[in-house]
């Protein structure tokens, strides 16, 4: 690459370190999700505002921003307690007049997802609206894994797990727990997630 010699001159190398040095892979997406993500994505969100927990952790891929992940530690003095839980979430095309698509990728115990972590959450369906952030949406995911108040026994997505907490709480407790302690680890994370951890 030739140098630049005069003042007036348009340096190419200057040219393409400033270009690599602004481009974010938020620049092709809408104001509203731009403006979302950036937000949402920086510790001034999560760390002062106060909107999710400290111990949430919520990227992108980097290839394809509409497609986040938000990872939740388990709360203390609940049976997810030191969980590593990671929810996979899209913002499809039709965003925000659709809601987002969600995941919880980790396995748990708990009546409201099923097995492959579909959820029951009426605002990720017809209570959806258009108002709604993808930062509302984070935060009532980070809550449905607080303690036994926040579990929705009108929507069940898992009769078996349903069945036992009526039955027998206890065992469902344990139940939690030991799930909690053989899937929600840190070697059960996704890269993107494991390296944004200190």
Not at 80 to 91: K, S
């Amino acid at each position: 690459m030739g140098e630049c010699t005069g003042l007036g001159e348009v340096c190419p190398y200057a040219a393409f370190i400033i270009a690599e040095y602004y481009t974010s892979p938020f620049d092709h997406l809408p104001n509203r999700i731009r403006k979302e993500l950036l937000r949402l994505t920086t510790d001034r969100f999560t760390a002062k505002s106060g909107q999710l927990p400290f111990s949430s952790v919520v990227t992108y891929d980097y290839d394809n921003p509409r497609h986040l992940y938000l990872m939740v530690r388990g709360a203390s003095n609940t049976v997810y307690a030191g969980g590593y839980f990671v929810f996979e979430m899209w913002l499809g095309n039709e965003y925000p007049m659709m809601p987002p698509r969600v995941r919880l990728m980790t396995k748990i115990w708990n009546p409201n997802y099923d097995l492959i972590g579909r959820h029951c959450f009426d605002m990720l369906g017809d209570k959806w609206s258009p108002a709604l952030q993808v930062s509302y949406v984070t935060l009532q995911l980070s809550m449905s894994l607080g303690d036994e108040r926040t579990l929705n026994f009108i929507d069940v997505m898992n009769n078996q797990i349903y069945s036992q907490y009526q039955s027998n709480p206890n065992d469902w407790r344990d139940q939690a727990r030991e799930w909690t302690r053989l899937y929600a680890t840190k070697e059960h994370l996704p890269p993107v997630v494991l390296a944004q951890l200190p």
